[in-house]
């Protein structure tokens, strides 16, 4: 039996492109289908939905501080933009050292622990980056410039803006325009100049 093979079609490719460009466009699109089931990873979904739950459960956060701890950094570490609103939640959530609990009058030796590391929702807000400045401005404006909700906002911000500064300054300032009350405004602007050369916050410890 003979079996007939129709080239027809082939021949009436539009732009009679060479198969060099044919055989390019099909290493692209199957690498832009390789991204995309990245982005879309089911057990990286799975493991963000499982470090939420922990870090929303309140009794783990009294019982296994710690453990909230881990889930917390790990979510900075997985870039999980979903985490963004419940990390600023968590803000002023601190973690302890053993250093912590040394009697006064006894000399150990002298750490510094920066502010992430006092409170990880600050590193994995830096973490994820662009998409935690909304929420982290949206908090600048509702709490007191002198709270520890704001500080750790800002030094977030900044971390963010690591490589530019200014930029981060300007944000600030763009934000503060855009505010819907004077005191929203008052207190971004005021963010915006502390920005101004300061260098991310540590805290000593002893």
């Not at 870039?79 to 050292?97: E, P, V």
């Not at 006064?104 to 590391?117: P, Y």
């Not at 009350?181 to 916050?201: D, F, I």
């Amino acid at each position: 039996m003979r079996i007939k093979i129709y080239t027809e079609p082939i021949r009436k490719v539009p732009m009679k492109a060479p198969l060099t460009i044919l055989a390019v466009c099909i290493v692209l699109a199957i690498g832009m289908k390789g991204l995309a089931t990245q982005e879309q990873d089911p057990y990286t979904d799975h493991e963000i939905a499982r470090l939420l739950k922990i870090i929303r459960n309140e009794q783990s956060r009294i019982e296994d501080p710690e453990k909230v701890g881990a889930a917390i950094a790990t979510l900075g570490e997985l870039r999980a933009k979903a985490a963004a609103d419940d990390l600023i939640k968590l803000i002023t959530f601190r973690r302890t050292f053993p250093q912590d609990n040394v009697p006064n009058g006894i000399i150990v030796e002298l750490h510094t622990i920066t502010r992430s590391g006092r409170y990880p929702a600050v590193g994995s807000l830096f973490e994820i980056g662009q998409p935690s400045l909304l929420p982290l401005v949206t908090l600048l404006s509702d709490c007191d410039t002198k709270s520890v909700e704001s500080v750790n906002a800002l030094t977030a911000v900044m971390l963010i803006f690591r490589e530019d500064p200014p930029a981060g300054v300007e944000y600030l300032k763009d934000a503060a325009e855009k505010a819907n009350y004077p005191l929203q405004r008052q207190r971004l602007l005021s963010a915006a100049e502390k920005a101004k050369g300061r260098p991310p916050l540590v805290i000593k410890q002893r």
